[in-house]
């Protein structure tokens, strides 16, 4: 009593109130050392909320990855790395987001002989718990070694060529996806996003390796359920080898593939696909697909009984194509959406979707837009709707249809949206709920 008066007596700031308490003292201590000796499983749960608010967010993530399950923390580490977080397209999770992301970044930058890949393994272990989706929107090549600086012999052509073909090999995927029992999406482009004025075809090289390398990676991905390889030159030798390895996968859903150079075998092997998979929806927009491929797709949708959704946008499948399609659908029982715009269709390919039309009673969405179906085939068109109570879009901008046929076309169908709408909120779908 003696001494708190003396203090008081010299100093009248001082407070029992300011000496922090011992279990603040031992938290401090703990946030201090917590990289040595990362003890937070052993705190109350009051205690461990103080500690993760005050970690840091550039603590090794050997330390923070498996131990902090707090998304607070998550949330901080997200935020201060990147400028745009929306988590609601993690599946509402800050920690998912973070090693998604952290994961695509390295693979994004990733320079095949340059590199380490420990660093993309070394992860891992870290983040196989939370990576259900791995966008790479770029692959880099090899860094270009000029074998004739480095006083090689090969001044061969066609060796020159087989180098090339060596030199652009892109990370190779295998020892990364079998390690992710959780991936269900995976999207690819193969290509560099930001070359600005060291521009080269070869930058956008999808080897057959680079290729072979894939397929044998996604048949592995057991869990895979949505596969988009768009805008890599995907070829129809690299499109067989990929459908072959996909043909029994258990769980793929959607396919995209939209944007390559894929031709009519291309379309074959795919058309054997959709008919020997669960596939539910296939992307082929702006490919080179003629008649004889959009033939082939067909006969797999006669067969198919999963496909929901089909895309042929920008391709050339002519009449003979689009006719088709139609009588696959006068069997096919599964297709709801169906996108024919831009394929140099005409009146031959409208009178066969005017039987669809009559008859289908599963399609709701149809798109013709920047054909030539002209005034007869906006006939035929509405001829075969009259009867039609499930289409609820039909697309036929720029088709050379009459404008009174398009005006009474859009009546039946608008009003065929309204009874859906009308339906489904006197009975909502889980998903609605």
């Not at 596969?227 to 030159?233: A, I, M, N, Q, Y």
């Not at 797999?300 to 689009?322: C, H, I, P, Q």
Request: proline letters at 3%; aromatic letters at 6%; a negative charge.
């Amino acid at each position: 009593s003696f001494y708190t008066r003396r203090c008081i007596t010299e100093d009248p700031s001082w407070s029992l109130v300011t000496v922090p308490p011992l279990t603040e003292l031992c938290l401090q201590h703990i946030i201090h050392n917590f990289e040595k000796n990362p003890i937070l499983n052993y705190l109350l749960p009051e205690h461990q909320k103080k500690v993760v608010d005050r970690l840091s967010t550039s603590l090794p993530l050997t330390v923070t990855a498996n131990i902090v399950s707090h998304e607070e923390y998550w949330k901080r580490c997200c935020m201060e790395r990147w400028q745009v977080c929306d988590v609601s397209n993690y599946g509402g999770s800050w920690k998912r987001m973070f090693f998604e992301r952290h994961l695509e970044n390295i693979l994004k930058f990733f320079i095949p002989n340059t590199t380490n890949p420990k660093e993309v393994l070394d992860l891992v272990p870290l983040c196989r718990g939370y990576v259900r989706k791995l966008e790479i929107d770029q692959f880099l090549p090899p860094l270009w070694v000029d074998q004739k600086k480095e006083g090689s012999d090969l001044s061969d052509t066609e060796d020159e060529a087989e180098l090339g073909e060596v030199y652009m090999h892109h990370y190779d995927l295998r020892d990364l996806l079998i390690d992710l029992p959780h991936l269900q999406e995976l999207h690819l482009t193969y290509g560099v996003k930001s070359c600005g004025m060291n521009f080269e075809w070869s930058l956008f090289n999808f080897t057959e390796l680079d290729c072979s390398n894939l397929a044998t990676a996604v048949k592995m991905c057991r869990n895979l359920k949505v596969f988009k390889l768009t805008r890599s030159k995907v070829d129809d030798d690299k499109i067989k080898l990929l459908a072959r390895n996909l043909q029994h996968h258990p769980c793929l859903l959607e396919l995209d593939l939209s944007h390559n150079l894929i031709k009519d075998h291309g379309a074959q092997a795919l058309g054997k696909l959709v008919s020997h998979s669960k596939l539910e929806t296939l992307d082929l927009c702006n490919n080179q697909i003629c008649h004889l491929g959009a033939q082939a797709l067909a006969q797999g949708l006669a067969e198919s009984s999963t496909l929901t959704s089909l895309n042929l946008r920008l391709n050339f499948v002519e009449d003979k194509g689009g006719e088709a399609i139609g009588r696959a659908l006068l069997t096919n029982t599964s297709l709801k959406s169906l996108h024919l715009g831009s394929n140099n269709l005409s009146e031959r390919t409208a009178a066969v979707f005017s039987q669809v039309l009559a008859q289908n009673t599963t399609l709701t969405s149809i798109n013709f837009s920047c054909n030539h179906l002209g005034l007869d085939g906006g006939k035929q068109l509405l001829t075969g709707l009259a009867n039609n109570k499930t289409l609820t879009e039909l697309d036929l901008r720029h088709t050379e249809v009459e404008q009174e046929t398009d005006f009474l076309i859009h009546e039946i169908v608008w009003a065929n949206r309204e009874v859906a709408r009308l339906r489904s909120l006197q009975h909502p779908t889980p998903e609605a709920l």
